[in-house]
Each structure stands twice: as structure tokens, then as C-alpha cells.
């Protein structure tokens, strides 16, 4: 018999370094900057340097940089629910899990967009990571 696993996801994640927009409880002047850790078609995970409350409503905008889409950014604007935080040692970030719950594609300048994106975020040189 095959041990069972802890991990509940049900759809494959993939490590995935892309720029997001956090904003909390839906307050445009509480958006943090951060960038994903890895992502799936119903969830994502990333850090930030304070705590939310698991089971709060956050809305996340990403952009996916023309490597990943093999034409020009696109920008995704979701709501999703926080249900798992990892609170690490007091000095580090927090780790926050959420689940969209729903999406929406932006429009977008894709030269100015993209441009605005630090140079870690535009390529990756490495396909391994």
C-alpha cells in the first residue's frame, strides 16, 4: 500500500518567478510587490513582509513576460482566498498560498509594460528553474 500524501493540490504547480500586485481586502492603497514562487491554474503561492489572516480575500494581478507566453506580457488580474500562511522565523517573509476564485485578462501597453519589469522578471537564461 502506498503511503499516503499530505499535499491536497489537485492541479500541477509550476515554479514560476513572475511579478505580482497584492492588494488586501481590496484597498488600492494597500497594493505590496512581490513576485510568485510558483503557480497553477487554480492557485498561487508568494511572500510578503506581513501577515494575512487565512480565509481573507486578496486580489492578485500578475504578468506573464513574453518567455512564458511566446508573444507579448500578458496581465492577469484574479481574486483569490488565502488558505494557507507560513509564518517562518520572525525576520523573514511570510509565505502565503491562495486559490483563485476568479479571473480576469487586462488590457495592456505590452512595450510599456514589460518595460517597467526589473531584468530577473523579463528572461530566464536557465530553463532548469
Request: net charge neutral; glycine share 4%; aromatic share 8%.
Amino acid at each position: 500500500m502506498l503511503p499516503t500524501s499530505p499535499d491536497r493540490r489537485s492541479m500541477r504547480r509550476f515554479d514560476m518567478r513572475l511579478p505580482a500586485a497584492i492588494r488586501l481586502n481590496g484597498d488600492g492603497a494597500n497594493e505590496f510587490l512581490t513576485e510568485t514562487q510558483n503557480v497553477s491554474a487554480r492557485g498561487v503561492f508568494f511572500y510578503l513582509d506581513r501577515a494575512v489572516a487565512s480565509g481573507s480575500r486578496i486580489e492578485v494581478t500578475l504578468t506573464f513576460p513574453p518567455h512564458v507566453t511566446l508573444t507579448d506580457p500578458v496581465r492577469v488580474r484574479f481574486a483569490a482566498r488565502v488558505i494557507r500562511v507560513e509564518t517562518p522565523l520572525p525576520s523573514a517573509r511570510i509565505g502565503i498560498a491562495a486559490v483563485i476564485e476568479e479571473y480576469e485578462f487586462l488590457r495592456t501597453t505590452p512595450a510599456s509594460d514589460f518595460a517597467s519589469m526589473p531584468q530577473e522578471w523579463k528572461m530566464n537564461p536557465d530553463p532548469t528553474q
